[in-house]
């Protein structure tokens, strides 16, 4: 069973930066591809960013292209989000995400194995 806790969220004013990490416990970090969701108020959850076992591979929703880098750190069982350029738009709860054993391009049609409570982000006008 894999834990997953997310973490970085908050206030920010258009424009801002934030930095959303999620620290994993439970399993064996480098075998998962993992990823970000988000949920807005009144919205489905939908895919922002995925990155392979490797880091090697990452795929992004068109939205957040050029503006949100996806990383991690299997020494530290640790994903990051930086988020650049934030928008309104972006406010949304954020969720950390979990696959094994697939690619990060799987990952954005794929039900994950575990998730993460979720962070909320809020981008003010």
């Known amino acids: 069973q894999v834990q997953l806790v997310e973490s970085g969220g908050g206030l920010v004013q258009a424009g801002g930066s934030l930095r959303l990490s999620c620290a994993a416990s439970g399993g064996t970090f480098s075998k998962y591809t993992m990823g970000w969701f988000r949920q807005a108020p009144g919205q489905e959850r939908e895919f922002v960013a995925a990155?392979?076992?490797?880091?090697?591979?990452?795929s992004y929703t068109d939205s957040v292209k050029g503006r949100f880098t996806i990383s991690r750190d299997n020494a530290k069982n640790t994903m990051y989000l930086q988020m650049n350029s934030l928008k309104p738009e972006d406010t949304a709860v954020y969720y950390c995400a979990a696959r094994f054993l697939t690619s990060a391009q799987t990952m954005a049609k794929s039900a994950p194995n575990y998730w993460g409570q979720g962070t909320q982000v809020t981008v003010s006008s």
């Open positions: 990155i392979n076992w490797s880091g090697g591979d990452t």
